[in-house]
Nanobody, 122 residues
Framework: QLHLVETGGGSVEAGGSLTLSCAAF????????MGWFRQIQGKEREGVAI???????DYADSASGRFTISRDNAKNALYLQMNSLKPEDTAMYYC????????????????WGQGTQVTVSS
């Protein structure tokens, strides 16, 4: 079982950058696939990027080329470097953990953090 805590959200102007962090508390962190998801109020949660224990990655089209997901298994940490931010990136961002590396579906992840808000102004 994992407990996940996100930090690093905030407000930034379009074109700026932010780095989100997720601290994982629990055992066998390196065995989990990890993901970043985001949700705009009133809309479904969407996958942004995922990474498996060997650091294989996959990105949503909206994130590819601008965002980088990474993990540090020694520190039980997950990161999302976000560059060239756009107003449409404004959302609550969630860190998640799951047993499989299969895609960006939220249903594949069974541990979730509380989220950190990212706001991008034009």
């Amino acid at each position: 079982q994992l407990h996940l805590v996100e930090t690093g959200g905030g407000s930034v102007e379009a074109g700026g950058s932010l780095t989100l962090s997720c601290a994982a508390f629990g055992d066998l962190y390196s065995s989990y696939s990890m993901g970043w998801f985001r949700q705009i109020q009133g809309k479904e949660r969407e996958g942004v990027a995922i990474i498996d224990g060997d650091s294989n990655t996959d990105y949503a089209d909206s994130a590819s080329g601008r965002f980088t997901i990474s993990r540090d298994n020694a520190k039980n940490a997950l990161y999302l470097q976000m560059n060239s931010l756009k107003p449409e990136d404004t959302a609550m961002y969630y860190c998640a953990a799951g047993p499989f590396y299969s895609g960006l579906a939220a249903s594949d992840f069974n541990y979730w953090g509380q989220g950190t808000q990212v706001t991008v102004s034009s």
